[in-house]
């Protein structure tokens, strides 16, 4: 930790990775200097993995960790300077290191990849590193076959053995395009804002990962958060209905009580509440981009069944219909949700596009009687009308029989109202919360819902 540049390097690293959510106190980054100075500099993956152990909480975060730690300890400092690189060498060399599996072959070649295809611009050397650029010259993906044909050349199998071997295959190609990205980043971060480039660069946890921009690869890594989050807010909801079982003070039983002690309150008493669980409609948009949204808010209602007395769930796009029967507690399919409910549920009638407006007069016509003076409703969507009417009649119908009416929107506040979004005028009816990513999503379901 005395060396030059090491300290500050460890605490930017610490604070890159709150920058992205991650909860990392004063013992934990006095843990990881300990870390550094038994560790050394030497071995860079003894490091990563130290440095893993004492500032992480769970191996969702390494997908943050990695690259952030690549942009604070590099694997070296400055381009290689070896020339232009020969492209057929460089496959020749790389085919090699993946038949050998030879981890710190492929990091040498990865830098040379960059060095050789991945600059671009006119200053002096480039101005800038693009591992995209890089992989499309190299394509390391066409040289599968020829790698599997040495494997097999030096050590046989068939059937499922092969099977298996193309899957290592494809993982070391993989574990390469990793590290030309790696390097890329690196090769950027000298010439920029490393702290910078790590906020805005590195992929978010997928608790902080945005509805609506997440691709379907990042949606299943969110769907798989459901469980851990649903006991998170299961444990908080529990303690804030243990809390509001207690009651508030009875002024007037508390003040007859003290006579007995020269008028000193000495025992305040309280208010016996009977708290009862909340019933719960969902109204959930599955339209489009805001579908990922909707099927994870589902989930984890599914997950949370046991916190309400009563959950319905109803999907609509421009027709709408209940689907809570689609849902079974205790036996949540995270992948399969959003085709079951396009499957075996009426949605759309004569057009595909959403229509809040047909959709929520149809609820409130044909399921007038799920909503109650007890009901909590939530509403899941953009409201973006496509242009037809929002019918507000509907919406401040189903406000004047529910206990309380939310709606949470996954676009952007600043968004609101542009083209055809019809949220200002939901929000002057009921009480609408900017909601973007399951962090936002777990905040507003712990504090709106009632005890």
Request: hydrophobic share 40%; net charge positive; aromatic share 6%.
């Amino acid at each position: 930790m005395t060396a030059p540049g090491v300290a500050e390097r460890l605490t930017s690293l610490v604070g890159a990775l709150r920058a992205h959510g991650m909860r990392i106190g004063t013992g934990e980054t006095v843990d990881a200097a300990r870390a550094v100075a038994e560790l050394g500099l030497g071995d860079r993956e003894l490091l990563r993995e130290g440095l893993a152990a004492t500032l992480l909480h769970g191996p969702a975060q390494r997908q943050v960790f990695d690259p952030v730690f690549d942009l604070y300890f590099p694997r070296g400092i400055g381009a290689p300077g070896t020339g232009p690189a020969d492209r057929d060498d460089l496959r020749d060399r790389l085919a090699a290191a993946l038949a050998d599996d030879d981890a710190a072959l492929l990091g040498r070649l990865a830098a040379e990849a960059v060095d050789g295809f991945g600059g671009y611009g006119s200053a002096p050397g480039s101005d800038g590193w693009s591992s995209y650029q890089t992989l499309e010259r190299l394509r390391p993906q066409t040289l599968f076959a020829r790698v599997r044909d040495d494997v097999r050349a030096t050590s046989g199998g068939s059937g499922f053995t092969d099977r298996l071997l193309d899957d290592e295959i494809r993982r070391r190609i993989e574990a390469f395009r990793r590290l030309v990205a790696a390097e890329a980043r690196r090769r950027v971060a000298e010439r920029r804002d490393r702290d910078q480039l790590a906020r805005r660069a590195v992929a978010t946890t997928p608790d902080r990962l945005d509805f609506l921009y997440a691709g379907q690869d990042r949606l299943a890594e969110l769907r798989r958060t459901v469980r851990p989050l649903a006991r998170k807010l299961a444990t908080r909801l529990a303690a804030r209905r243990r809390r509001a079982a207690r009651g508030s003070i009875d002024l007037r039983r508390t003040l007859r009580g003290s006579l007995s002690t020269g008028g000193v309150p000495m025992k305040p008493v309280l208010r016996r509440r009977r708290p009862v669980r909340p019933e719960l409609v969902l109204l959930c948009d599955v339209s489009g981009s805001v579908s990922g949204f909707s099927d994870f808010t589902m989930l984890l209602v599914q997950a949370l069944h046991d916190q309400f007395s009563k959950v319905r769930v109803f999907a609509f796009v421009n027709r709408i219909d209940e689907v809570t029967g689609l849902l079974e507690h205790g036996a949540a399919d995270a992948e399969g949700l959003s085709a079951r409910i396009r499957a075996e549920a009426t949605l759309t009638g004569w057009h595909g596009s959403s229509d809040y407006g047909v959709a929520l007069g149809e609820f409130a016509e044909r399921y007038g009687d799920a909503v109650g003076p007890r009901t909590t409703v939530f509403v899941l969507g953009d409201a973006r009308t496509n242009m037809s009417d929002p019918n507000l009649a509907a919406v401040r119908h189903i406000g004047e029989r529910a206990r309380r009416v939310y709606w949470l929107n996954p676009e952007p506040r600043a968004q609101w109202g542009t083209g055809d979004s019809a949220a200002p005028e939901y929000a002057e009816l009921v009480e609408m919360h900017e909601c973007r990513n399951a962090r936002q999503l777990g905040e507003l379901i712990a504090h709106l819902l009632p005890v």
